[in-house]
């Protein structure tokens, strides 16, 4: 293709931008907490070239990495190109040489044999160093004052998996950092690498199981005492794929299932526990250990939120009639054939977030985006599944209380980070983008990033930067101190 088609995943906030910058001196309206002092990185899919295919989705897109760096105050603002191999090849060619969403059988033949990742889903930081990671490969680590691409990262050749999370989990108190790969071998490669790294960023677990299917594990959950596989019925088919078709398609007749193991033992000891029958589920909020008890909080759905991946499967629904709500599963480890016991805790949504203290530990409150059954007007489009969120909630896993940020008509927001706070007994603060409307135009939108009391998010931001820029939905993003920016690695 020449043009970038018409679909909702190149419209609204989905609309391809292309642009790398750099700009100084944000506008800010308000005043900065003294806390916000670091940086706020961001994983944007964006085109670099219009799609093979009329039918390419938003995750298909070449991963940029944003930055906005807070400073005494000030704000900059400055987003580059992961180099990944694919960028490199396809800049060279001035055209898109790999073609449908992880299918390598429709890649043009200068394509062969070469990494397709496009590190678009998560920036991760781990022992000063900053990686962009996407499950189907090994992360790319990026200079995180410069954000130049330093190049694919295996630990220094130890790590075997061909592939990486984007959702590893980093132990508050140890440091240490314990993520996994799915489809571990290859294409279609039924086994999931368990890793562990070091609080100084080395590798020095890895270990290999099967899954009881051949499913996306888009995230995990670890416990003081357990790592925690939840996975779900949206399968590949190796056949399907040589045919042409898509990598991913639900299941609704098969049931999901938890995968869980102590977290220092070995993959043997793993115990496979059967879940609901079609459901699924991206993101988890956390897990923790209760006595025998392991509680683990899922952003569940009664089926695959991405139309791609349900259509595959035959499955036609709207959008707007899929059911979900913030759910806990609870398993007893005392029991000889533990079960999921399951209630809901909270309104459905996604995109959650967890203070970095709280990781795999009791927690009493956590944020994630919904839509506002108040809101007036339809939903911004853009994002992942063609609608972005519109509201802020702050949940008390504990008794349930729920409080809501409500957003301008019209407007969209991301995925929030979560910054603490110096001050005793203060819950720190959330900084998420937000795009808001100037005109009934999808594509016409400014960006701002709003800082919001983490623990009084109904009173709205107490900053907001402005961009004066429309900037392509981002998935996920992340917090780093000053400090850990200034003890990075790579200078």
């Known amino acids: 293709m020449t043009a970038f088609p018409q679909t909702i995943h190149f419209i609204g906030t989905n609309t391809p931008r292309r642009v790398e910058m750099s700009v100084r001196d944000l506008a800010v309206e308000g005043t900065i907490p003294a806390d916000v002092e670091g940086a706020f990185f ?39 190109y992961v180099e990944t191999e694919r960028y490199k090849l396809e800049r060279e060619a001035r055209r898109a040489l790999f073609g449908q969403y992880r299918n390598p059988f429709t890649d043009d033949p200068a394509a062969e044999g070469k990494d397709r990742t496009v590190a678009n889903t998560t920036p991760v930081w781990h022992a000063g160093r900053l990686f962009m990671t996407k499950e189907d490969g090994r992360g790319y680590e990026v200079n995180p004052h410069t954000l130049e691409t330093v190049g694919k990262w295996d630990y220094e050749g130890k790590l075997r998996s061909q592939t990486f999370t984007a959702h590893p989990r980093v132990d508050p108190v140890t440091g240490e950092l314990f993520f996994f790969g799915y489809e571990a071998g290859g294409l279609c490669d ?32 670890i416990t003081e005492n357990y790592a925690i596989f939840p996975i779900f019925p949206t399968l590949a088919d190796l056949d399907r794929l040589r045919a042409g078709g898509a990598h991913w398609a ?38 923790y250990d209760d006595g025998d008890l392991v509680h683990i909080d899922l952003c569940l759905t009664d089926t695959n ?3 791609f991946m349900r259509e595959a499967g035959g ?4 959008q707007r009639e899929i059911q979900g709500a913030l759910t806990r599963w609870t398993i007893d480890m005392g029991k000889d054939a533990p079960a999921i016991e399951e209630r809901p805790i909270g309104p459905p949504g996604d995109l959650c977030r967890l203070a970095d203290a709280d990781q795999g530990r009791p927690y009493n409150r956590a944020w994630y985006l919904s839509m506002n059954p108040q809101a007036k007007g339809p939903p911004m489009l853009g994002g992942p599944v063609g609608a972005n969120f519109n509201a802020l909630l702050r ?37 998420t983008v937000v795009d808001v409307p100037n005109s009934p135009n999808p594509a016409d939108y400014s960006s701002e990033v709003w800082i ?11 900053a907001k930067v402005k961009t004066g820029l429309a900037l392509r939905s981002q998935v996920h993003g992340t917090w780093v101190s000053r400090e850990r920016l200034d003890g990075s690695r790579v200078k």
């Not at 085109?47 to 930055?67: E, Q, R, S, V, Y």
């Not at 080395?202 to 290999?208: I, M, R, S, T």
């Not at 299932?257 to 526990?273: A, C, H, L, N």
């Not at 349930?400 to 001050?423: C, D, F, K, N, Q």
Request: aromatic share 10%; net charge negative.
């Open 190 to 221: 039924p086994n999931v690498a368990y890793c562990i790294a070091d609080a100084q960023g080395n590798l020095v677990k890895e270990q290999w199981f099967e899954q009881p299917y051949l499913s996306t594990i888009h995230d995990f959950v």
């Open 315 to 318: 499955i036609h629904r709207d």
């Open 42 to 80: 961001r994983a944007v899919p964006d085109n670099a070239h219009a799609p093979m295919f009329d039918d390419d989705i938003a995750l298909n897109a070449d991963g940029m990495i944003a930055k906005f760096d807070f400073s005494g105050g000030a704000v900059d603002f400055a987003i580059r």
């Open 395 to 431: 949940i008390e896993p504990g008794n349930g209380r729920v409080t809501m940020m409500e957003l301008p008509p019209g407007a969209g927001i991301s995925e929030p980070a979560h910054v603490p706070s110096s001050e005793a007994g203060h819950g720190g603060w959330l900084l």
């Open 250 to 287: 639900h299941h609704q007749d098969k049931p999901s299932y938890i995968g869980i193991m102590p977290r220092y033992g070995d993959v043997s000891e793993m115990k496979w526990i059967e879940g609901p029958v079609g459901v699924s589920c991206f993101h988890e909020v956390n897990a």
């Open 305 to 307: 939120a991405f139309a």
């Open 452 to 462: 919001v009391e983490a623990d009084a998010v109904e009173n709205g931001p107490v």
